[in-house]
């Protein structure tokens, strides 16, 4: 957060009106989810604590909800996206060597119904907490 970079990234990412135009939440979501798979979930929630404090009331709570559950379910992207996915997999390959869970049959996977559930999450948060664009 002292190095500014975090700010930076979101000016850039969220655009003029952060969490008000459709481009905008696609654009942190996505980061959002991509970003958690390298830097971990809480790094990606305490990157946007600074950028989300400035948001008017209504905004914040959107943006909070928005960026914790897809930060929470962006973790299944990749088998490293998450502590509890390496803890799985290696549990497995105790029990039953011949049949790990590998990096790539995970992703295979769990890209596409992370992304799934994403994109339908953030349709339902939105309709829930009723965000027009």
């Known amino acids: ?3 500014g970079l975090p700010k930076q990234f979101w000016s850039k990412i969220v655009g003029a009106v952060p969490f008000g135009t459709l481009a905008s939440v696609v654009g942190i979501s996505l980061f959002v989810l991509f970003a958690s798979q390298f830097l971990g979930n ?3 929630i305490q990157m946007a604590k600074p950028n989300v404090s400035s948001l008017d009331d209504d ?3 959107y943006a909070w909800v928005l960026i914790s559950f897809v930060a929470t379910v ?3 992207l ?13 549990k497995a390959r105790r029990i039953d060597p011949d049949a790990p869970i590998e990096f790539f049959n995970h992703f295979r996977v769990c890209f596409a ?4 559930c994403c994109t339908l999450g ?6 829930v907490m009723g965000k027009t664009f």
Do not use: P, Q
């Open 1 to 3: 957060e002292s190095t």
């Open 78 to 90: 990749t088998i490293t996206g998450s502590a509890a996915n390496i803890i799985v997999a290696e």
């Open 113 to 116: 119904v992370t992304l799934l």
């Open 59 to 61: 905004d914040k709570r």
């Open 74 to 76: 962006g973790g299944n």
């Open 122 to 127: 953030g349709v339902l948060i939105t309709l």
């Open 42 to 44: 809480v790094a990606i």
